[in-house]
C-alpha cells in the first residue's frame, strides 16, 4: 500500500515543478496544456461460491493530464487515481507520467517517471516488459504504472537508439485476496505479504534501489519497423512465492533478468505483419534463513508473438482481421511452470475490429485466444466504444474464460493450487461498463 | 466516287477527327493539371490549425478540430503530421503520413492514451476522415499522377472562369469511379469537384471558398462536401495557416510523434 501513497507525494512535486515552468520568461514562448477525464466504472463478475471474493465493482475514477513547453525543455504530468465503493483494495493513486525533459537535435533526456510501449502485437508483448503493471484492471492488457528512470534517446539515421537508467524498483500493483482477477489461489485462506525482490547480487529483499538499465535501437527500413533491445531489471510479470518464515505470510518474489528481444512490423499492401520476441535468463536468488523459496522456480524462456492485421474498407467504415499467436520457449524443461502473472502460454488469437468511422467514432473488438496445448481452454473477449456528444463516451467490455484446472476429481482448492495459465482465472467472466467525462 | 464509299470516308474521317480530339483534350487536361501542379508547389512547409463542422441530415452540427503540419519533400511525396485536438477523448492522436510517388503511402498512427506508435496500412483511402464526408483520399496528397485527365472544355461558375476537367483516379482501391473539376484559371485550384461513386452515381461534391493568397500562392478558406445520396454535409476550415512554415524534416520522423 505505501507504494500507492509514495506517488501521490511525488505527484505534489510534479505539480510543484510545473508550476515553475509555468513561470513566463521574456522571448521564449511557453505552451501548458492539459486535459483529464471523470469516469464511472461498473464491473460485475459472475458470481463464484467463495464468500471474501468480491464479485461487483463500482468505482470513481480520474485521469489528470498536464504537458509544458518551454523550448528546449518540457514537462508532463499524468495521473491516475481510482475511489472504488464496493471494493476499497481498489482504491489507488497512480503516476503514470511525471517527468522533466531537454531537446536539443538530435538528443532528447527525460528524468522521471515515464510509460514505455515497446509492443508490436495487440495481445502478446514479450517485448514490452518495462513498466511495472497494475494486475486488477484489465485481464487482457493490464493497465502500466510510470517507471522513474533516466532516458537519453539520440536519433540517427532513420530511428534512434536510446538508453534508460531505472534506480527504483517500483512494485506492480497485485490484485487482493478478494479479486476475481487475482493469479493466487481464492479458497485458500493464506494471507498474501508484501512483494520481495531478488537483486543483482541475488539476495531477496524489499530494498527499492537496483541498478537497472536498458538500451534500445529503433530503425525504419523501407516498409518495416524494426527494432532491437536488451535490459537488466527486475521483472514485475513473473513472481514465484516464497514463505516468510518470520510472518507465515506467502509472498510474491521478483526475480532480476536480463532479456534481450526486438520487434519488427512491416506492411506488405492490406496486411500488416508483425513479430515480438523477449529471451530471459534469470538471477535465481541465493538461500535465504528467512524466506523459504517454493519448489517452482524461473526458468530461462524465449516468449515469442507473431501476428497478422489484414484491413479493408467497408462502406464509410474500416474492419481489420487480427491473427496472432505466442509461443513460451523453455531448455531445460518441457514445459513452463512458474506461476507468472499473466494468463497465456501457448495461445493463439482470433480477432475482428471495426471502425465505424462515424460522428461517434464507434468501435466493435470481439477475439478469442484459445490455448494451444489443450483447445478447451479459451477466453473471448469484447470491447465496445462509442463517444456521447462530443465530451462523453461509453465504453462496454465483456471477457468470458472457461480454462478447467485439470484437479482429477480432487477439489477446487487443489485445482487452484495446480493451475497455470488461463486456469488462474477459469470463470472469471466479466462484464463492466465505463462511462467518461472528458475535458 | 459512290455513295456508300462517301459514308465509309466520311466516317473513317470522322472517327480519326474524333480520336485526334480526344488524345488532344487528355494531354490538354494532363498540362493544365501538371501546370496547377506547379503553381500550388514550392511552398516548402504548411501548419495550420482546421475545424470541422459535420451536419447530418436533420441539420445537427458536430465539430472536430485538428492540427495540420506538412512538408515538400524532393523526389518524394509530401510529408504531413495531422494531430487530433478536439473532441477531448482522442485529443493528442496523431496520424504521420510519408507520401510516396507510385506507391503506397507509408503511415503511422500515435495512440496517445496508450502512449503506441502503430504502423498501419494506408490501403483503405475510400474510408470516412474522422466521420465526415472526407474520405483519406480526398485530404492526401493529390498528386498528378493519382489520375488520368481530360479537358472537358471552360466554363464559368460563380462568375469564375475555370476549366472544366475529368479526371479518373488510376488506383483501383480509389471509391470513385471518376471526379469532374472545375479548376480556377487564376487560382490553379478547383472550384468544385464532383465526385462519382463506383456505380457511376453523383455522389457528393465539394466546393471550395474563400480564396485568399498566401505569399504566391492561392488557398482557399473552406471546403465544403454535401453528399448528395445521405444529405448529409461536411465543412472543413482553416482558422489559421502559415506557409513557408519554419519546420523541417526532423519534426515529420516516426519519433517525432512522441513530441
Same mark, same amino acid.
Given at each position: 500500500?505505501?507504494?500507492?501513497?509514495?506517488?501521490?507525494?511525488?505527484?505534489?512535486?510534479?505539480?510543484?515543478?510545473?508550476?515553475?515552468?509555468?513561470?513566463?520568461?521574456?522571448?521564449?514562448?511557453?505552451?501548458?496544456?492539459?486535459?483529464? &477525464?471523470?469516469?464511472?466504472?461498473?464491473?460485475?463478475?459472475?458470481?463464484?461460491?467463495?464468500?471474501?471474493?468480491?464479485?461487483?465493482?463500482?468505482?470513481?475514477?480520474?485521469?489528470?493530464?498536464?504537458?509544458?513547453?518551454?523550448?528546449?525543455?518540457?514537462?508532463?504530468?499524468?495521473?491516475?487515481?481510482?475511489?472504488?465503493?464496493?471494493?476499497?483494495?481498489?482504491?489507488?493513486?497512480?503516476?503514470?507520467?511525471?517527468?522533466?525533459?531537454?531537446?536539443?537535435?538530435?538528443?532528447?533526456?527525460?528524468?522521471?517517471? &515515464?510509460?514505455?510501449?515497446?509492443?508490436?502485437?495487440?495481445?502478446?508483448?514479450?517485448?514490452?516488459?518495462?513498466?511495472?503493471?497494475?494486475?486488477?484492471?484489465?485481464?487482457?492488457?493490464?493497465?502500466?504504472?510510470?517507471?522513474?528512470?533516466?532516458?537519453?534517446?539520440?536519433?540517427?539515421?532513420?530511428?534512434?537508439?536510446?538508453?534508460?537508467?531505472?534506480?527504483?524498483?517500483?512494485?506492480?500493483?497485485?490484485?487482493?485476496?478478494?479479486?476475481?482477477?487475482?493469479?493466487?489461489?481464492?479458497?485458500?485462506?493464506?494471507?498474501?505479504?508484501?512483494?520481495?525482490?531478488?537483486?543483482?547480487?541475488?539476495?531477496?529483499?524489499?530494498?527499492?534501489?537496483?541498478?537497472?538499465?536498458?538500451?534500445?535501437?529503433?530503425?525504419?527500413?523501407?516498409?518495416?519497423?524494426?527494432?532491437?533491445?536488451?535490459?537488466?531489471?527486475?521483472?514485475?510479470?513473473?513472481?514465484?512465492?516464497?514463505?516468510?518464515?518470520?510472518?507465515?505470510?506467502?509472498?510474491?518474489?521478483?526475480?532480476?533478468?536480463? &532479456?534481450?528481444?526486438?520487434?519488427?512490423?512491416?506492411?506488405?499492401?492490406?496486411?500488416?505483419?508483425?513479430?515480438?520476441?523477449?529471451?530471459?535468463?534469470?538471477?535465481?536468488?541465493?538461500?535465504?534463513?528467512?524466506?523459504?523459496?517454493?519448489?517452482?522456480?524461473?526458468?530461462?524462456?524465449?516468449?515469442?508473438?507473431?501476428?497478422?492485421?489484414?484491413?479493408?474498407?467497408?462502406?464509410?467504415?474500416?474492419?481489420?482481421?487480427?491473427?496472432?499467436?505466442?509461443?513460451?520457449?523453455?531448455?531445460?524443461?518441457?514445459?513452463?511452470?512458474?506461476?507468472?502473472?499473466?494468463?497465456?502460454?501457448?495461445?493463439?488469437?482470433?480477432?475482428?475490429?471495426?471502425?465505424?468511422?462515424?460522428?461517434?467514432?464507434?468501435?466493435?473488438?470481439?477475439?478469442?485466444?484459445?490455448?494451444?496445448?489443450?483447445?478447451?481452454?479459451?477466453?473471448?473477449?469484447?470491447?465496445?466504444?462509442?463517444?456521447?456528444?462530443?465530451?462523453?463516451?461509453?465504453?462496454?467490455?465483456?471477457?468470458?474464460?472457461?480454462?478447467?484446472?485439470?484437479?482429477?476429481?480432487?477439489?477446487?482448492?487443489?485445482?487452484?493450487?495446480?493451475?497455470?495459465?488461463?486456469?488462474?482465472?477459469?470463470?472469471?467472466?466479466?462484464?463492466?461498463?465505463?462511462?467518461?467525462?472528458?475535458? | 466516287?459512290?455513295?456508300?464509299?462517301?459514308?465509309?470516308?466520311?466516317?473513317?474521317?470522322?472517327?480519326?477527327?474524333?480520336?485526334?480530339?480526344?488524345?488532344?483534350?487528355?494531354?490538354?487536361?494532363?498540362?493544365?493539371?501538371?501546370?496547377?501542379?506547379?503553381?500550388?508547389?514550392?511552398?516548402?512547409?504548411?501548419?495550420?490549425?482546421?475545424?470541422?463542422?459535420?451536419?447530418?441530415?436533420?441539420?445537427?452540427?458536430?465539430?472536430?478540430?485538428?492540427?495540420?503540419?506538412?512538408?515538400?519533400?524532393?523526389?518524394?511525396?509530401?510529408?504531413?503530421?495531422?494531430?487530433?485536438?478536439?473532441?477531448?477523448?482522442?485529443?493528442?492522436?496523431?496520424?504521420?503520413?510519408?507520401?510516396?510517388?507510385?506507391?503506397?503511402?507509408?503511415?503511422?498512427?500515435?495512440?496517445?492514451?496508450?502512449?503506441?506508435?502503430?504502423?498501419?496500412?494506408?490501403?483503405?483511402?475510400?474510408?470516412?476522415?474522422?466521420?465526415?464526408?472526407?474520405?483519406?483520399?480526398?485530404?492526401?496528397?493529390?498528386?498528378?499522377?493519382?489520375?488520368?485527365?481530360?479537358?472537358?472544355?471552360?466554363?464559368?461558375?460563380?462568375?469564375?472562369?475555370?476549366?472544366?476537367?475529368?479526371?479518373?483516379?488510376?488506383?483501383?482501391?480509389?471509391?470513385?469511379?471518376?471526379?469532374?473539376?472545375?479548376?480556377?484559371?487564376?487560382?490553379?485550384?478547383?472550384?468544385?469537384?464532383?465526385?462519382?461513386?463506383?456505380?457511376?452515381?453523383?455522389?457528393?461534391?465539394?466546393?471550395?471558398?474563400?480564396?485568399?493568397?498566401?505569399?504566391?500562392?492561392?488557398?482557399?478558406?473552406?471546403?465544403?462536401?454535401?453528399?448528395?445520396?445521405?444529405?448529409?454535409?461536411?465543412?472543413?476550415?482553416?482558422?489559421?495557416?502559415?506557409?513557408?512554415?519554419?519546420?523541417?524534416?526532423?519534426?515529420?520522423?516516426?519519433?517525432?510523434?512522441?513530441?
Amino acid at each position: 500500500m505505501s507504494g500507492r501513497w509514495l506517488g501521490w507525494r511525488s505527484a505534489l512535486a510534479a505539480a510543484a515543478g510545473l508550476c515553475l515552468l509555468a513561470v513566463p520568461a521574456e522571448g521564449k514562448k511557453l505552451k501548458v496544456k492539459s486535459q483529464g &477525464q471523470l469516469s464511472i466504472e461498473g464491473r460485475v463478475f459472475q458470481p463464484d461460491d467463495i464468500d471474501r471474493t468480491q464479485d461487483t465493482g463500482l468505482g470513481l475514477a480520474g485521469r489528470l493530464e498536464a504537458n509544458a513547453r518551454y523550448k528546449p525543455f518540457d514537462g508532463q504530468l499524468r495521473l491516475f487515481s481510482r475511489v472504488d465503493a464496493l471494493d476499497d483494495t481498489r482504491n489507488l493513486v497512480a503516476i503514470e507520467e511525471l517527468y522533466l525533459g531537454f531537446k536539443m537535435k538530435p538528443v532528447r533526456v527525460r528524468v522521471g517517471y &515515464q510509460l514505455l510501449n515497446w509492443s508490436a502485437t495487440e495481445a502478446f508483448h514479450p517485448a514490452d516488459m518495462l513498466n511495472a503493471r497494475n494486475y486488477d484492471s484489465r485481464l487482457e492488457n493490464p493497465d502500466k504504472l510510470g517507471e522513474p528512470m533516466v532516458e537519453v534517446q539520440v536519433r540517427f539515421w532513420e530511428g534512434n537508439v536510446s538508453a534508460y537508467y531505472m534506480p527504483v524498483r517500483r512494485a506492480p500493483i497485485l490484485p487482493r485476496a478478494a479479486s476475481r482477477l487475482s493469479p493466487f489461489p481464492k479458497r485458500l485462506d493464506v494471507p498474501l505479504g508484501d512483494p520481495l525482490f531478488s537483486g543483482r547480487d541475488r539476495q531477496i529483499g524489499d530494498d527499492w534501489l537496483e541498478h537497472q538499465w536498458a538500451l534500445r535501437i529503433e530503425q525504419t527500413l523501407g516498409d518495416a519497423d524494426l527494432s532491437l533491445h536488451v535490459f537488466q531489471h527486475v521483472d514485475r510479470s513473473q513472481p514465484t512465492q516464497v514463505v516468510d518464515l518470520f510472518t507465515g505470510d506467502i509472498r510474491p518474489l521478483f526475480h532480476f533478468v536480463t &532479456q534481450v528481444g526486438g520487434t519488427w512490423q512491416q506492411v506488405f499492401g492490406p496486411v500488416v505483419g508483425k513479430l515480438e520476441v523477449g529471451h530471459r535468463e534469470f538471477g535465481y536468488p541465493d538461500p535465504s534463513p528467512r524466506y523459504r523459496l517454493t519448489h517452482r522456480e524461473m526458468l530461462d524462456h524465449t516468449q515469442i508473438a507473431a501476428g497478422l492485421e489484414f484491413g479493408w474498407g467497408i462502406g464509410q467504415g474500416e474492419g481489420t482481421l487480427i491473427l496472432e499467436g505466442q509461443a513460451m520457449i523453455t531448455y531445460d524443461e518441457p514445459k513452463l511452470a512458474t506461476p507468472d502473472l499473466g494468463p497465456y502460454q501457448r495461445d493463439a488469437l482470433l480477432g475482428y475490429r471495426h471502425a465505424f468511422n462515424d460522428t461517434s467514432s464507434t468501435r466493435l473488438q470481439a477475439g478469442v485466444i484459445v490455448d494451444l496445448e489443450d483447445p478447451s481452454e479459451w477466453m473471448i473477449a469484447a470491447r465496445f466504444e462509442r463517444r456521447l456528444g462530443d465530451v462523453w463516451s461509453l465504453e462496454a467490455n465483456l471477457r468470458a474464460i472457461m480454462a478447467e484446472p485439470d484437479d482429477a476429481g480432487a477439489g477446487p482448492e487443489l485445482g487452484e493450487l495446480i493451475a497455470v495459465g488461463l486456469e488462474r482465472w477459469n470463470n472469471a467472466n466479466e462484464l463492466n461498463l465505463t462511462l467518461s467525462r472528458f475535458f | 466516287m459512290s455513295l456508300p464509299r462517301i459514308l465509309l470516308f466520311a466516317s473513317a474521317a470522322l472517327l480519326s477527327a474524333t480520336a485526334v480530339a480526344a488524345a488532344d483534350s487528355a494531354a490538354e487536361g494532363l498540362a493544365i493539371a501538371k501546370r496547377c501542379d506547379a503553381a500550388n508547389s514550392g511552398f516548402g512547409s504548411e501548419e495550420a490549425e482546421l475545424e470541422m463542422v459535420l451536419i447530418n441530415a436533420s441539420g445537427d452540427r458536430v465539430k472536430r478540430k485538428l492540427a495540420m503540419k506538412s512538408i515538400e519533400v524532393e523526389d518524394e511525396g509530401d510529408r504531413s503530421m495531422l494531430t487530433f485536438l478536439w473532441p477531448p477523448d482522442i485529443k493528442g492522436t496523431k496520424l504521420l503520413t510519408h507520401g510516396r510517388v507510385g506507391k503506397s503511402d507509408k503511415q503511422w498512427l500515435y495512440l496517445s492514451a496508450m502512449r503506441r506508435v502503430k504502423r498501419i496500412s494506408s490501403r483503405n483511402q475510400s474510408g470516412a476522415f474522422m466521420g465526415s464526408e472526407f474520405a483519406f483520399e480526398d485530404l492526401g496528397g493529390q498528386e498528378v499522377s493519382k489520375y488520368t485527365w481530360n479537358l472537358d472544355g471552360e466554363e464559368t461558375l460563380e462568375g469564375r472562369a475555370a476549366w472544366k476537367l475529368t479526371r479518373v483516379p488510376t488506383s483501383r482501391r480509389s471509391g470513385y469511379s471518376k471526379q469532374i473539376v472545375w479548376m480556377d484559371k487564376e487560382y490553379q485550384q478547383p472550384l468544385r469537384i464532383d465526385f462519382y461513386d463506383r456505380k457511376q452515381a453523383l455522389l457528393k461534391t465539394l466546393t471550395a471558398k474563400g480564396f485568399a493568397r498566401h505569399g504566391k500562392w492561392w488557398r482557399p478558406k473552406t471546403l465544403e462536401v454535401v453528399n448528395h445520396q445521405t444529405h448529409k454535409k461536411s465543412i472543413l476550415e482553416w482558422t489559421e495557416r502559415e506557409l513557408e512554415a519554419d519546420l523541417d524534416e526532423d519534426e515529420f520522423d516516426k519519433d517525432a510523434l512522441e513530441d
